[in-house]
C-alpha cells in the first residue's frame, strides 16, 4: 500500500471514529440471548439490504450479473435462474451474495446507482443508534457495518465497492481496463452455467481486447476444453496495464493454472515447468485464489500430504464454477499421488457435477498420478 494511500486511509478513519463516537458511546448492552439475535439479524438484513439495492439498481448502473449465491460453506448444488446461475452453498444461512461485471456507460450514472444501493442499510443503522436503546441500538451498528464492503471490495476494479470510492477518479484507460464487453459476459453466465462450450464460444465470437480481464477468461476457456498448448502461449502473452496493476496477480494466477496442465499433460519436463511455476505461485502470494495452483506446486515438488492440505482448503473455499471445478481437480491429483484412489474419485465427480466436460478432470484421472518427482 502506498504512503498517500495509508495516510488517506487513516485520516479516513480517524475522521469517522470522531463522527460515530458520540452514538457508539449511547450503546448501551442488552443481555447476550438479546445481543446474539440482534447482532445476527443486523447481519442478515444488512447483507439482504444491500444485495437487493444492487440487484435492483444493476441495469442502471451498468452491472451485469454472473451468477448468484446463496448460503455459506461449500458450493453444494447449481439451479438455473434466468440467465444466471443461483449456486446453493453447503450451509443454508440467510446470506445472498452476486458476481457482476461492469458494463460500459457513463461513470455518474453507475457511481449514483451503486451508492444508492449501499445506502439503506448505513442509513437505517445510523438512525437506531441514535434513536433506540439495548437491542435495537446493536441491530443498528451491525447494519452500519455493510460500508466494510465497500472498502475490501475498493481493491478489485470493476466491483461494486470500486465503483463507489474509485471510479469517479478513475481515468479512461482505467474505464477501458475494467469495462466487460457482451462476449466476456456471456462467456462468465456459460462457465457459471456449467457451458464450457458455449462459453468459449462466447470468447470467439468477439475480437481480442488485450485486457486483463479478456486474456485471463481466454486462457481459461482454452483450459477448459484441454488446449494446453494454446493455453499457456495464450498465458504468457497477457500483458498488466498500470491501471490493473494491482490485480496483477491474476495473470500469473492463469499462468500457473496452464502450466500445471502442461506439466501433467506431460507437455514440458520437470527442469522447464517447476521454476516457472515456482515463479507464477509466488507472484499469486498466499491470496485465497491461488490455493489451487499452490496445491499443485506441492504435488509436482512430490510433496504429497502438503499437496492434500492445500488443495483440500481451495475446494472447501471456492464458490465460483472455475474455481471450485479446478480445486476439485487439484484436491483429486493430490490424493492420487499420495495413493488414496477411493478419496480422489468422489473429488472428481464433484469437478465434473459443477463443470461438466472439463478437460482437466479427465487429465487428471489419466496422468496425474505419475507425474511426480520422487
Known sequence: MKKKTRLLLFLAVLAGSLLLQPLVSRVSVPPLHLGLLAAFGGAV??????????????????????????????????????????????????????????????????????????????????????????????????????????????????CPGWVVLRMPAASPAALAEVYATPGQVAAARALEGGRT?????????????????????????????????????????????????????????????????????GALPPAEYLPRLTAAVDAVGDRRPGAAVRADLHRLRGEREQAVKHAAAAAQRSVDAWGTANAECSLAAALLAAGRPEQADPALARARAVLPGLARAALVEHRAAAVVLD
Do not use: H, K, M
Open 45 to 158: 438484513a444488512g447483507n439482504l439490504l444491500t444485495q437487493l439495492g444492487l440487484a435492483v439498481l444493476a441495469r442502471p448502473a451498468g452491472l451485469a450479473p454472473t451468477l448468484y449465491v446463496l448460503g455459506s460453506g461449500r458450493r453444494a448444488r447449481t439451479v438455473r435462474l434466468g440467465r444466471c446461475p443461483l449456486v446453493l452453498r453447503a450451509v443454508p444461512l440467510p446470506f445472498f451474495a452476486a458476481g457482476y461485471q461492469l458494463t460500459p456507460g457513463p461513470r455518474w450514472r453507475a457511481w449514483a446507482a451503486v451508492t444508492a444501493a449501499y445506502l439503506p442499510a448505513p442509513l437505517l443503522g445510523g438512525w437506531l443508534l441514535a434513536t433506540t436503546a439495548g437491542a435495537w441500538q446493536l441491530f443498528g451498528l451491525v447494519l452500519t457495518a455493510a460500508l466494510v464492503e465497500l472498502a475490501v471490495q475498493a481493491s478489485f476494479p470493476g
Open 197 to 265: 462450450a458455449d462459453a468459449a464460444a462466447a470468447l470467439a465470437a468477439e475480437p481480442e481486447t488485450g485486457t486483463l480481464a479478456d486474456g485471463t477468461a481466454r486462457v481459461r476457456a482454452l483450459l477448459a476444453t484441454g488446449e494446453w498448448a494454446a493455453a499457456l502461449e495464450r498465458a504468457e502473452r497477457i500483458a498488466v496495464a498500470a491501471p490493473v496493476a494491482r490485480i496483477g496477480w491474476l495473470a500469473d494466477l492463469v499462468r500457473a493454472e496452464a502450466l500445471v496442465c502442461a506439466a501433467d499433460a
